[in-house]
Structures are given as structure tokens and as C-alpha cells.
């Protein structure tokens, strides 16, 4: 198993390399990156532990995925990189925001999202915490449908919504913390009772006592919610992530939304949804993974309606 140093430091040669195939020097990268130099010196040196924005500056500025840069030891078979995922999906899904998202581009996105998370090494996930599994969760699915459906991820870190047009790259910054049109993503890996010691690689369904979806803000009216658990293909008896359950909700309200909290110290502010809202996100359900234990669970907690 790779320690989280040894992460940072395949991290940084990777990102060395592909730098140097662009030809670039490491002032003219962090340049396009938007970063200092000697900070992109102390990445490739494998001596700062990037944060994913970052992660995603670099990967945009050597046009590269994500994914490629963290080496892998072998490349996964078609078969266990996620095509051979099962899910029930809501047939005939489409929705308009300024762009538009059918069931089929959600489901291609979900299987794209398992491959390029299977690419990643497994140590990776041993090393972070949930909340920031999420996170990178969330980024690599945007992307994959942005490029799915012909649209633009975002490109300012506080942006809203998630996904945006493609003529949004022309709009100033502030119009992009709150821009017009797009499609505003979620994910949560669940709640399980407190003191539940499950680790990285086993899955968390049969553990869950709810599923919030959180934002930072109660004005959230539209939503694509994403559930992620490790059921993904097997490496050394642990499971990979993958995204197991879709739920999208247009009409939500502020009362679905419970009071702001994280108003002190260095939290941020976060509201987390409400009962009333889960039960819109549950009748909206797009894809979920056909197994039992998901549907069972996601039917109890979200009340979710399978034609």
C-alpha cells in the first residue's frame, strides 16, 4: 500500500512529466495554471499536498484528465472498469437548463465516472476523508457530463451551478457565482450511526441511517443529487467508489432546507436538506444501482418510486 507521501510524490512526477511532453517550462505551467511557480516546483518535487482545485488547474492546463495523473501499476480490462455496471434507469428522463440532460447522458457519465475513479490508486482513498471524496466524486462526474451534453464546468471554485453553457465563458466571475442557467450537483456518501467503523473499500448500505444533501445556502431549487458508496470493482478485497443512486428535484423551497449552520470560527456555512426535500429528491429518482440492498435502502430512505 502507497503512503500519502508516496501519493504526492508519483503525483508530482506525473505532473512533471506531462509538463515537460507540453514543453513548458515551470514558470510558463504555473502560468497557465494560475499558480506560483515555486509552488508548482515544491508539487512536482512531491513536497505539498495539492488540493483538488488545484489537481484540476493542472489537469485543464497540460489537457489531461484528472485521472491520468496518478500512475497506476496496471491499466483495469474494459470489463472491470465499470462496464459491467447494472443500473435501473428512470427511461425517457430529460431536462432543459440551458442545455439538455437525458437519462442517457446520465448514465454514460456514472459509467465514465467509475472508470476514471478506478484509475486512480486505491491508496488515494485510503487517505482522505469522506467529505473530500465527495468532492473529487462530484468534479470528475461534472466533467464527464459537461463533456457528455456539450457544456461547461464551471470555472470559477465558488460558481453556481456546477455546470454551466459553453457561452458562459465569456461571463465576469461575479455573474458566474450565480449564473442564469445550468445544473447545480450535490453528492453525499450517507449518513451511518456514530461510532460505525467502516472503513475505506467496504460499503457503507447496509450501515445508512439517512441521506442528506448538503448546500450552502437554502435557495437551492433545482438539484442533481449523487449518492456514492464503495461497489465498484475489487482490488485486494476493497471496493472501489462509484456513484449509486441519481435523484434530481426541480421544485425545492427554502422550507426544504433546514436552518444555516457553521456560522463561527473557520466553518463554512452549510443547510442540510430537509425530510420534505429528500422525499421530492426520492420521486425524482434517475439511476440507482439494481441491487437489492440499494434499492431497499434507497426506497426507506428517500421513498424512492421505481416505475
Known amino acids: 500500500m502507497k503512503t500519502s507521501d508516496q501519493v504526492q510524490i508519483d503525483f508530482g512526477q506525473r505532473v512533471r512529466e506531462f509538463r515537460r511532453r507540453l514543453g513548458l517550462s515551470q514558470e510558463d505551467f504555473a502560468f497557465e495554471c494560475g499558480l506560483d511557480r515555486t509552488y508548482v516546483s515544491q ?31 496496471s491499466e483495469p480490462s474494459e470489463t472491470s472498469a465499470g462496464t459491467d455496471l447494472t443500473y435501473r434507469v428512470r427511461r425517457g428522463f430529460s431536462i432543459a437548463c440551458g442545455f439538455t440532460v437525458t437519462d442517457h447522458d446520465i448514465l454514460k457519465s456514472s459509467i465514465s465516472t467509475a472508470r476514471q475513479l478506478q484509475l486512480l490508486p486505491f491508496s488515494l482513498y485510503q487517505s482522505i476523508a469522506l467529505k473530500t471524496l465527495s468532492s473529487i466524486v462530484g468534479a470528475v462526474f461534472a466533467d464527464c457530463l459537461a463533456h457528455q451534453v456539450g457544456a461547461l464546468v464551471n470555472p470559477i471554485e465558488k460558481g453556481h451551478p456546477d455546470i454551466i453553457p459553453v457561452h458562459g465563458h465569456q461571463a465576469s466571475e461575479a455573474l458566474l457565482r450565480n449564473y442564469p442557467e445550468g ?32 448546500a450552502h445556502h437554502r435557495e437551492v431549487k433545482s438539484l442533481l443529487g449523487l449518492v456514492v458508496d464503495f461497489a465498484g470493482a475489487v482490488q485486494d478485497d476493497k471496493l472501489y467508489p462509484i456513484i449509486t443512486g441519481i435523484f434530481y428535484a426541480d421544485e425545492l423551497g427554502v422550507s426544504d432546507w433546514g436552518e444555516i449552520s457553521g456560522l463561527t470560527g473557520r466553518n463554512t456555512k452549510v443547510t442540510g436538506m430537509r425530510s420534505s426535500g429528500k422525499g421530492k429528491m426520492g420521486r425524482g429518482w434517475v439511476l440507482v444501482l439494481d441491487k437489492e440492498e440499494y434499492l431497499r435502502q434507497y426506497t426507506g430512505l428517500l421513498g424512492l418510486e421505481l416505475e
Open 183 to 214: 445544473l447545480e450537483i450535490k453528492v453525499t456518501v450517507g449518513n451511518v450511526a456514530k461510532g460505525s467503523s467502516l472503513q475505506p473499500g467496504v460499503p457503507r448500505v447496509s450501515r445508512l441511517t439517512g441521506i442528506t444533501w448538503q
Open 43 to 73: 508539487v512536482e518535487q512531491g513536497k505539498r499536498n495539492i488540493s483538488l482545485r488545484n489537481i484540476k488547474a493542472m489537469a485543464d492546463a497540460l489537457r489531461v484528465s484528472i485521472a491520468e495523473l496518478f500512475p497506476t501499476s
